[in-house]
């Protein structure tokens, strides 16, 4: 498996739907692997829609979306490997206090 079974080692990090691995393709592309929460309330449909909208999606300021994959109740959203730091890590973490933002009126 892309993300060696899930290993600790592998994990980015932990969001609000789930946890995120890195992982390799079998053409060594490096990819990230979120797997989404078994709790949620989001049924197959809803996920197959979200795929389908975010697939379409592009900007170079968003991460792209590779792939999808359901078996059973397991869901999991592959995008490219950004190797630096998350969003929210810029937003919130420790670099956040020197984060300014301007905006012109």
Same mark, same amino acid.
């Given at each position: #498996?892309?993300? /060696?079974? &899930? !290993?600790?080692? /592998? @994990?980015?990090? !932990? *969001?609000? &739907? *789930?946890? $995120?691995? @890195? *992982? ?8 990230? +692997?979120?797997?989404? %929460?078994?709790? %949620?309330?989001? *049924?197959? !449909?809803?996920?197959? /829609?979200?795929?389908?909208? #975010? %697939? @379409? ?5 968003? $991460? @792209?979306?590779?792939? =999808? =994959?359901?078996?059973?109740e397991e869901k999991m959203l +592959? ?5 630096? #730091? %998350?969003?929210d890590y810029f937003m919130f973490?420790k670099r956040s206090k020197s984060? =300014?933002?301007? &905006?012109?009126?």
């Open positions: #498996m892309a993300t /060696n079974n &899930f !290993q600790s080692t /592998n @994990k980015l990090g !932990q *969001g609000g &739907f *789930g946890p $995120v691995y @890195k *992982g390799l393709f079998p053409g060594g592309q490096e990819i990230a +692997v979120k797997r989404l %929460s078994r709790v %949620s309330e989001q *049924g197959q !449909q809803e996920f197959i /829609n979200e795929v389908e909208l #975010m %697939s @379409k999606l592009r900007h170079r300021n968003l $991460v @792209k979306l590779l792939g =999808c =994959c359901t078996e059973g +592959v995008y490219e490997y950004l190797p630096n #730091m %998350s969003l973490g984060l =300014c933002l301007l &905006f012109l009126l």
